[in-house]
């Protein structure tokens, strides 16, 4: 392969929801809906080199909302504390590589973005916020059709969350 590189401009799209709720009532509210991935179970698949459709099923059992929590960074109000700011946050790595897999076969460098990021934080005037990145924007980026309609699908996955978090479903999000 010849050395060199390629540029790729793209346009992202964050969606910054207001909620409703205190931050550590939506952060476990959040955390029950995106279960923390579980990685003996799934690495037990890998060990016995189980047929892909074992690997649908857990991630059918283990995901009810279709997504995973694969990092959190924990809670960064006490490192932040320590320079003054006293605003909570968290970030999350959210997603699901049965998903990520329909756009890896297209194209491996698609999983840059994926998982999704996510953050739950309050904001300088008060209240919550949950704040992404529109999935098909990041993926579209790739130009390719067949990881642009899995970001489309990931948009879908994304406000049908959000509805069951009782959450406002950004225009254009589920179309």
Not at 74 to 93: K, Q, W
Not at 112 to 131: E, K, N, S
Not at 162 to 174: D, K, M, R
Request: with cysteine.
């Amino acid at each position: 392969m010849k050395q060199g590189y390629t540029e790729r401009d793209y346009q992202a799209r964050r969606l910054d929801i207001g909620v409703d709720r205190p931050f550590e009532e939506f952060r476990r509210q959040y955390e029950q809906a995106v279960p923390r991935y579980d990685a003996a179970a799934f690495d037990a698949l890998v060990a016995r080199d189980a047929p892909w459709d074992d690997v649908l099923a857990l991630m059918r059992e283990r995901a009810p909302h279709d997504f995973l929590i694969y990092w959190s960074s924990g809670e960064l109000r006490p490192m932040m504390s320590l320079a003054g700011d006293a605003g909570n946050a968290v970030e999350y790595l959210m997603g699901n590589h049965t998903i990520a897999e329909k756009m890896y076969r297209h194209d491996p460098r698609a999983i840059l973005y994926a998982p999704l990021r996510t953050v739950i934080g309050d904001v300088p005037d008060g209240g919550v916020r949950f704040v992404i990145e529109q999935p098909s924007c990041t993926f579209g980026s790739f130009g390719l059709d067949a990881i642009h309609e899995v970001g489309l699908q990931l948009d879908r996955e994304v406000a049908a969350l959000l509805a069951h978090l009782e959450l406002p479903v950004p225009e254009g999000l589920s179309s």
